[in-house]
């Protein structure tokens, strides 16, 4: 659950390089899979270091992941960049009761139920609908990884709850990862939804999440029953943003990885842009959006 010693930092979203960040980009209209991700095309001071002797064109992406090792090489001591690639899950059985009874219902009691009765939405699990989505990703991942030449992520990181295990499983496996960038996903604990009340957001044991993917690493520290979440008392944005923190401290100060990966929740994925500067950009089920950040150790 990340380490109460470790250093702290502050967030900043560097704006400038995906049309996500522009104040301009409509998030009710944008398609991040029709835009190359949302990177723009603009130069680099680093383009120069390219070296096309085979006379073939860097591709936008290429040209980034340089500049992008290049600002962390010539960063001063304790300032690291990242790109974090933020996934929502995909559809799950408590987004489709949601939509059923309305949101006021369900915020005011559907919500603290385990289900209705036809079905149940208690850690929810994904819908066939949600699984198409993370399909719709993997196949996303597959094209950008290919022509666009994207930097694979070095690290994945999961939250606990099951529709994200899903998520992150029906989205980056069987793609063509480089080697030495293999899918190794780690369970986090900081990355779940806004805790308390909803029993969607209620995480299942230890074993459970273990059982169901025994190759995936569950980070140090991690109980064996939900500690976190209560039944009277539903997390606020202000208290969201402080785990948020020690999450992004806990990878800022335990991971040097330029591109990293998180599947989370629209709460999470929006207390991670409140925390570090970047704009509100609210994201459909199974959608990405890539997050660009500097990080600086405070003194």
């Known amino acids: 659950m990340g380490s109460a010693s470790a250093a702290a930092y502050d967030y900043q979203s560097v704006t400038g390089f995906f049309q996500q960040d522009d104040p301009n980009t409509d998030p009710e209209s944008y398609d991040y ?15 120069d270091q390219l070296g096309n002797e085979s006379g073939n064109q860097s591709t936008q992406w290429q040209r980034f992941e340089t500049y992008l090792c290049h600002l962390n090489a010539e960063a001063s001591p304790g300032t690291h960049y990242k790109l974090i690639v933020a996934g929502r899950h995909g559809q799950g059985f408590h987004n489709v009761a949601e939509d059923f009874y309305g949101t006021k219902a369900w915020d005011d009691y559907w919500a603290a139920l385990d289900g209705n009765g036809t079905i149940t939405w208690s850690d929810a699990h994904l819908t066939d609908l949600g699984k198409e989505q993370a399909l719709e990703a993997n196949a996303f991942w597959g094209q950008q990884l290919g022509w666009a030449g994207m930097p694979a992520p070095n690290s994945y990181y999961v939250s606990p709850l099951y529709r994200c295990l899903q998520t992150a499983n029906f989205t980056f496996s069987g793609l063509k990862l480089p080697d030495d960038k293999p899918f190794l996903p780690t369970v986090k604990e900081m990355l779940r939804e806004v805790m308390g009340v909803h029993t969607c957001d209620r995480r299942s044991t230890r074993r459970y999440i273990h059982d169901a993917f025994p190759d995936w690493s569950i980070e140090p520290g991690f109980a064996e029953g939900d500690e976190l979440w209560r039944a009277d008392h539903r997390e606020t944005w202000d208290e969201h943003d402080v785990r948020t923190k020690v999450l992004l401290d806990d990878v800022f100060n335990s991971d040097d990885s330029t591109v990293v990966s998180f599947t989370a929740h629209s709460g999470a994925i929006a207390s991670l842009l409140r925390v570090t500067g970047h704009r509100t950009f609210k994201l459909p089920t199974g959608s990405l959006i890539p997050v660009f950040v500097k990080g600086v150790k405070r003194s």
């Open 33 to 47: 899979s029709k835009n190359n991700f949302g990177l723009i095309d603009r130069s680099y001071e680093t383009d």
